[in-house]
Structure formats: structure tokens, C-alpha cells
């Protein structure tokens, strides 16, 4: 366990319908990060939360929609996904004060569209 | 742009032997960093070893150490010992200096299977 809880471990929707997926860390870190994993695709990072000010968007289509209403929880809204948007999502949280800048990562969402 | 490549898709390792994972990567800068990510079945990324690229010394954490060959663009992760516990996918990653901590360019990974 690593401080950082992704919940749900699994979602199946339909390309109309809108979800969320969140994150949760009780480390104390200052910063969140979305990330998406494809299958056979090296891991890419989509947003970046410091302080919860968003200060990365990875050129992300806007049917992605993150929230970070404070520290500790990052949100990420999804509507009208793609079937090329099933993938596995990861969220990693860091501090960004002093010299260990190691990132913890949830779990993962897997998620697939139909 | 920088690239990170695994060239080995899977790996196959006898239980307490020693097995290489190479990475390279390609870069115009002269300081960065450079990490090794473990992801087991529970799909948790898990930091396994970090390597300034300042230091020559090669990073070792337990059973794990780097080659990290700067002039070459090389950075391979060696696991002695193996343990069953070691099976997972491993990732190569590198960061400049300058972005911020989530900014990692990851290579597509290297599936490592432990024999008993």
C-alpha cells in the first residue's frame, strides 16, 4: 500500500454516459498527476495539480475533465469517451518540498469504452 | 525530444540467478535523471532505483544496482538474486532536470518472469 487510493478499481461505460474517477492520498504531498496507460504504449502523463493549481495539461482532449478541490483528492471527469480511451489510469502524488522528490502511485482504473 | 527504448519486451529469469534489463534513451541534455519502475500485478508503480546523471557512481539499492553508461546512453538495471517477488513489468524513465516531478518519458517496459 502506498498511500494513494484510486477508486473504482474497474469501469465499463458506454461512449454518452459520464463518469468520474478518483484519487486520494493521505501522504501529506503537494502535488497529483493523471496518468493514462495503453496497452502496448509507454505510460503518459496528462495532468499535473501543485497546490492544487492545475500547471500541466498534456494537450488532453477535453472530454478529460480534472478536478483537485484540495491536496489530498484529484478527480478526473470523463463524457462522450472514445473506445481508444480504454486504458489503464493512473494517479501518483509527490512533494515537491525539499530533495525526496519520489512519486507514489494508486492502483489504477481500468477503464474500457464501448 | 528525449526517447527512452526497451528493447527486450520479456525477460525470463532462474530463481536466485541474475538477470540485465538495458534501457537507453536519447537526449541533448547534460543533466537529467534517470529511474527504474516496478509494476507487479497489483499495477502499482513502484520505484525500484533513481540515478542522477551528475554522478558517475551507479545507483544500488539492495539487489538492485544500474549500469549507467552517460557517454553510450545507457542505463540497465541488474537484479541479483532473483526472487519470485521480482516478477513484474519494468519501466525505464527520464526526467529533466527542469520539469516537474510527474514529467517522465517512459519507455514501453520489459515483462520479467521469475522460474522457480
Not at chain 1, 42 to 50: A, K, R, S
Not at chain 1, 54 to 83: A, D, G, I
Request: hydrophobic share 30%; glycine share 6%.
Amino acid at each position: 500500500e502506498t498511500g494513494v487510493t484510486q477508486t473504482p478499481r474497474h469501469l465499463v461505460m458506454g461512449m454518452t454516459n459520464k463518469k468520474s474517477l478518483k484519487c486520494e492520498q493521505h501522504l501529506g504531498h503537494n502535488a497529483m498527476y493523471w496518468y493514462k496507460q495503453s496497452a502496448k504504449k509507454p505510460l503518459e502523463l496528462m495532468f499535473v495539480y501543485n497546490f492544487k493549481e492545475q500547471t500541466e495539461n498534456n494537450s488532453v482532449p477535453s472530454r478529460f475533465s480534472p478536478e483537485c478541490p484540495n491536496s489530498s483528492h484529484l478527480f478526473l471527469h470523463l463524457h462522450t469517451l472514445q473506445p481508444e480511451d480504454s486504458a489503464l489510469y493512473l494517479c501518483a502524488s509527490s512533494s515537491t518540498q525539499g530533495s525526496n522528490e519520489k512519486l507514489f502511485f494508486g492502483s489504477g482504473t481500468q477503464l474500457s469504452v464501448l | 525530444a528525449q526517447t527512452v527504448t526497451q528493447s527486450q519486451p520479456e525477460m525470463s529469469v532462474q530463481e536466485a540467478e541474475t538477470v540485465t534489463l538495458s534501457c537507453t534513451y536519447d537526449t541533448s541534455e547534460s543533466d537529467y535523471y534517470l529511474f527504474w519502475y516496478k509494476q507487479p500485478p497489483s499495477r502499482q508503480m513502484i520505484l525500484v532505483i533513481r540515478q542522477e546523471a551528475y554522478k558517475q557512481q551507479n545507483a544500488t539499492e539492495n539487489r538492485f544496482s544500474v549500469n549507467f553508461q552517460k557517454a553510450a546512453k545507457s542505463f540497465s538495471l541488474k537484479i541479483s538474486d532473483s526472487q519470485l517477488g521480482d516478477a513484474a513489468m519494468y519501466f525505464c524513465a527520464y526526467r529533466s532536470v527542469g520539469g516537474s516531478q510527474g514529467n517522465l518519458i517512459f519507455g514501453k517496459g520489459t515483462k520479467l518472469s521469475v522460474k522457480p
